[in-house]
């Protein structure tokens, strides 16, 4: 009977439920996607992070607000916490390359600059 309960929502004569509920699935989805977008073919892994995140946070408002399955809502959260953890560790080094380049002389390895004498 418990099952029945939680699906009873879905099943209202109106289809309101039903539809916030794909309405729900669907901007998660596409928030995954705009991640996945910036991760790997616009090679932008900071602003691919600020889509998982908000997917995240979506995911996890849509399932306090019994807008979701939670086998599903687990799921996509699984996907997107493996997301953010990689794209921190590509953060993290693109953050380093950086560092070094800013720090690095100017003009090639073992050269000198003329104007510091």
Request: aromatic share 4%; glycine share 10%; hydrophobic share 35%.
């Amino acid at each position: 009977m418990v099952g029945a309960q939680q699906a009873a929502p879905l099943q209202r004569q109106d289809g309101k439920s039903r539809r916030a509920w794909y309405e729900e699935v669907h901007a998660i989805e596409a928030l995954e996607q705009l991640a996945i977008h910036y991760e790997h073919r616009a090679r932008e892994p900071h602003r691919a992070a600020e889509y998982a995140r908000a997917a995240r946070t979506e995911v996890r408002r849509a399932l306090r607000l019994g807008l979701i399955d939670p086998s599903r809502g687990r799921k996509l959260q699984g996907r997107l916490d493996h997301r953010l953890a990689r794209l921190e560790r590509k953060g993290g080094q693109i953050g380093r390359l950086l560092e070094r380049m800013a720090g690095a002389p100017a003009g090639r390895p073992g050269e000198s600059n003329p104007g510091s004498s």
